[in-house]
């Protein structure tokens, strides 16, 4: 049995870019959070399953609910980053970037207490416009991003990028890309988020089974703490395809998260890509004269 990787991009519900333009960062400060509440929730879930995961964590998150961080590393959860305030990577130049990954790195990992070397950029927006945001990636001391989507959609995705691993810019980092799978010649969306509520349940588990099975390869799922809160305030005057993605079927996500863990094998992503993300090994010592 091919072991997946559960992973959580941990973020309020106000922060999500579908909703940007109705909820602008300024007045984040002033909403009531609800991550905490939905992310114990989710810690519960994975908790009864036995299954430990990747939480990809805004710094902004980090800073104002550090007794979440350490629950979570507490746990034996991969603590990871989504940059510091859900700015899309291909929305920043590039000094504005290697600032945003150092900063969520850095905090992290002093509250978290663990090295933190995976990233996953906001609304998956690494592509072909801002490959430069691998080299700032590695800069920044990251080992593996999880940030490219192979498919067409409005807001997001790289419809030619590889399906499985790859090392971009033939560099140190390893892009593991968001799950899809080939229908009728094209690349659909196989990784989680608005379509696991869209698509009924069996289906879904009928692609990812798939993926394990003709492929042998590993399925990334991600959810997001918000999707498990049927009961959060409703944001008004959104368009009605933003208000379609943002709500449609919250209250299946919870009952649908557990049978995904009990159908499928799960693990952190360091640990099912943990061939892929050995350590290169130490250069040979060499003597130093004079020593
Ligand atoms: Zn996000």
């Known amino acids: 049995m091919i072991t997946n990787a559960m992973t959580i991009d941990v973020e309020d519900y106000f922060q999500v870019q579908n909703l940007a333009a109705q909820v602008p960062r300024a007045s984040w400060d ?3 959070p609800r991550v905490e509440a939905n992310t114990d929730r ?3 879930q994975f908790d009864r399953a036995g299954v430990q995961a990747t939480f990809f964590t805004l710094g902004w998150i980090a800073q104002r609910h550090p007794a979440l961080i350490r629950r979570i590393v507490a746990a034996g959860h991969e603590l990871a980053s989504h940059g510091w305030e859900h700015i899309r990577a291909d929305a920043q130049t590039p000094g504005e970037f290697a600032a945003d990954i ?5 905090t992290l990992e002093d509250i978290g207490g663990v090295p933190v070397s995976g990233y996953r950029a906001a609304t998956f927006s690494i592509g072909a416009r801002n490959q430069w945001a691998f080299d700032e990636l590695v800069r920044a001391g990251y080992r593996y991003s999880s940030s490219v989507y192979p498919v067409r959609h409005d807001l997001y995705g790289m419809p030619d990028a590889p399906r499985t691993p790859f090392r971009p ?10 799950t899809t799978v080939r229908l009728a010649g094209q ?3 196989c990784s989680g988020g608005g379509y696991f509520r869209l698509l009924p349940y069996a289906a879904f588990r009928r ?3 798939r993926l394990n099975d003709s492929e042998g390869q590993p399925g990334i799922f991600y959810t997001h703490p918000w999707e498990i809160d049927p009961g959060q305030p409703r944001v008004a005057g959104l368009p009605r395809l933003a208000r379609f993605r943002h709500y449609v079927n919250l209250h299946r996500t919870a009952p649908r998260l557990d049978a995904l863990l009990r159908d499928f094998a799960w693990d952190r992503m360091d640990r099912v890509f943990a061939d892929l993300l050995v350590p290169a090994p130490a250069p040979a010592k060499t003597a130093v004269a004079g020593a």
């Open 187 to 189: 690349n659909f969306p």
């Open 102 to 106: 150092s900063r969520a790195r850095a």
């Open 207 to 209: 692609l990812l089974a």
């Open 42 to 44: 989710i810690l519960a």
């Open 30 to 32: 002033g909403i009531a």
């Open 169 to 178: 810019n033939g560099g140190a980092l390893w892009e593991l890309p968001m």
